[in-house]
């Protein structure tokens, strides 16, 4: 089956920290991958996707590289704010692989201290 | 706007209750979602509807039960068969299936009295 797994939290990083958040996944079938951004008492929100081997996506000055020999699709920041404090979903769906809904990690908790 | 509304916001059921939660959305989309969130645990996906008039069991589907009968409309029922219905439900939906961006509602917290 499909699963992703995520750093846990919470991390707690001052403003203009470098940030990094690891995800690694399993898949059967060809996997997409997304990074998906929860703020307090809301949904979730895209924050960036990649769909094939060695995409990046970007967005909002977060990036992630589809490492398909590591199984991985870390997300970084270079310069973070305290906005940006909310809880980050690795996800992916994955053609083939079953029902047709996306898989998560369990979520990590970003807190940024001004 | 266009976006996906959930309703209530909050809820509470009673032992031996069934309740259902409302999910409408106006961006035309074809599928459509149930996830139920709890603390330390991610998302986990109940249903979820391709197409109007067809749905298919997610991951852990018992106790719940859907209805597709309008392409902007997917309610889900938590019936009293559920044994731990506490959590936070998301629905979201997307253009297709595969690797379409999912948009997500705002929730709904339901809770047991």
């Known amino acids: 089956g499909n699963s992703v797994t995520q750093m846990e939290g919470p991390v707690t990083l001052s403003e203009e920290a470098f940030l990094t958040i690891n995800c690694t996944y399993t898949?059967?079938?060809?996997?997409?991958l997304f990074w998906y951004v929860q703020y307090p008492g809301e949904g979730l929100q895209l924050l960036l996707k990649a769909t094939k081997a060695d995409d990046k996506g970007s967005n909002k000055g977060f990036e992630a590289t589809y490492r398909k020999e590591t199984t991985s699709f870390h997300l970084e920041k270079g310069s973070v704010q305290v906005s940006d404090s909310a809880v980050y979903f690795c996800a992916l769906i994955a053609w083939g692989g079953g029902a047709d809904g996306l898989t998560f990690g369990k979520g990590t908790h970003l807190i940024i201290q001004p | 706007d266009g976006g996906i509304t959930q309703s209530p916001k909050y809820l509470f059921r009673k032992e031996g209750q069934n309740v259902t939660l409302s999910c409408e959305q106006n961006l035309n989309h074809d599928a459509m979602y149930w996830y139920r969130q709890d603390p330390g645990q991610g998302l986990r996906l109940i249903y979820y509807?391709?197409?109007?008039?067809?749905?298919q069991k997610g991951d852990i589907a018992e106790g719940y039960s859907v209805s597709r009968e309008k392409k902007e409309s997917f309610p889900l029922t938590v019936t009293s068969a559920q044994k731990n219905p506490t959590a936070f439900y998301l629905c979201a939906s997307s253009i297709g299936g595969g690797d379409q961006p999912q948009h997500f509602g705002d929730g709904t917290r339901l809770s047991i009295l």
């Open positions: 898949a059967t079938g060809y996997p997409s």
């Open positions: 509807s391709q197409i109007v008039n067809d749905f």
